[in-house]
């Protein structure tokens, strides 16, 4: 695979600062059912790197010491972890809100036939990525059968209450662009999205959320190794929009890996730009005495990849 580190690493990008801390984005590793083409983690079935139990009991001491609001949990197939039930349960018992994640394919693997109902019981917020209302084009970057499986799993979510409305549980649905273009405008999409999973499936959901591509990983290799890796960054640059500074979603989140080092987001995590103190990369023990706010963000030229158009984050446009 080619790496677009050195290339991200040479472009200057405006300084931003840490605000009060709110989301704990948390990587529960690299294990998953599925190796899609654009997957900024590079995830997959073979891959063995997993949070352990005395580093899933410190992000429950962050969790209560520093009252975070959100837990987001995130891979690979956060699920997959063994210890995932144990964090969503203690994390939900802190009155902590919990966000899965999910890739929907999940909730139908063997021995993962109650994950669905489980999510239910604990009141957890789902998040699941449908890069597109087409089956050609979702199995095209998520693999064959993909498609299929995901609206059985919307199915299952659905029938369990998940994006009915006054249900409580909530049901969201991720959308990436399926190459080296910005997603179109998230409103638009959103109710194309409604019209075509209704009219089609029966479906319902609560919001669509739209993220940018970012130039890092196994989406950056593919741009390097088809030559367009200059054309895209242009693009991110040209379309880059000031006002999307003040809501990156590094202000307000930090992201930790499976280890329990620290980062400003799930993309620093993938790039190995983490959080540090000196020399010294920060650790998940540090969030026991400073929420990091008003220190530097480190950036870089993927973070024109939050600021260009409409933006983007974990939570969609900003
Ligand atoms: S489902 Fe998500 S984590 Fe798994 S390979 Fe696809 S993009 Fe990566
Ligand atoms: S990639 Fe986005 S979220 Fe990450 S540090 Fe840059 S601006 Fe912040």
Redesign the pocket.
Known sequence: MLDSKPLLIVREFPALARAELQTLQVNLGYL?N???T??H?N??PKRTELMDRATIELVLDVLKIRNVKTLDLT???PEMNPHFRYLVTEARKLGVEVIDRC?LTILLEAGYEDLAQFLADEGVNVAA?LPCYTQDNVDKQ?GKGVYDASIEGLLKLNKLGYGMAGSGLSLDLVYNPGGPFLPPAQAALQADYKVRLREDWAIEFNELHTITNMPISRFGSMLMSKGQFNEYMQLLIDNFQPQNLATVMCRTTVSVDYLGNLYDCDFNQMLAMPIQQGAQPRQLQDLLGTDLQGEAIVVAGHCFGCTAGQGSSCGGAL
């Open positions: 998953c599925l190796s899609c654009h997957c983690v995830a997959g891979g690979g197939a890739n990525s998520r």
